[in-house]
C-alpha cells in the first residue's frame, strides 16, 4: 500500500470522527508553530490531535512537542496519530471508551 500523505490522514480522521458524532476541524495557527493539526469534541471532551503521514519515523517536531506538552500542562488532552493504521485505533479507542 502506498503511503497516504498528512492531507489525507487528516482527512481519514476527522471524517472517522464526524461519522462517530464528534465535532472534528482541522486548526491552523498563523502566529503560532507547533499548534496540533485537528481539534475534536463531543459530550465536553476535547482533544487535539497532531497528524503525521504514513510512516513518518521523526514523530512530532520540538514545535509541537513544547506546544504539547503546555496545552497537557493546562488540563488539554493531546494526541499523536501517525499514518491510517493509527487512525483506526484511535477512532477504535475514543469508540470503546464511550461505550464503557
Not at 503560532?32 to 510512516?55: F, T, Y
Not at 500542562?73 to 469508540?95: A, K, M, P, Y
Request: proline share 4%; with cysteine.
Amino acid at each position: 500500500m502506498p503511503k497516504a500523505r498528512e492531507s489525507y490522514v487528516q482527512s481519514k480522521l476527522i471524517d472517522g470522527l464526524t461519522q462517530r458524532g464528534w465535532w472534528a476541524r482541522k486548526i491552523t495557527s498563523p502566529s503560532r508553530n507547533g499548534i496540533p493539526d485537528v481539534v475534536c469534541a463531543r459530550d465536553g471532551r476535547v482533544i487535539w490531535v497532531e497528524v503525521k503521514r504514513d510512516g513518518d519515523r521523526k514523530g512530532p517536531t520540538r514545535d509541537e512537542i513544547r506546544e504539547m506538552r503546555v496545552m497537557r500542562e493546562h488540563g488539554l488532552e493531546c494526541r499523536v496519530v501517525t499514518g491510517r493504521d493509527e487512525v483506526n485505533e484511535f477512532l477504535s479507542e475514543i469508540t470503546e471508551n464511550e461505550e464503557a
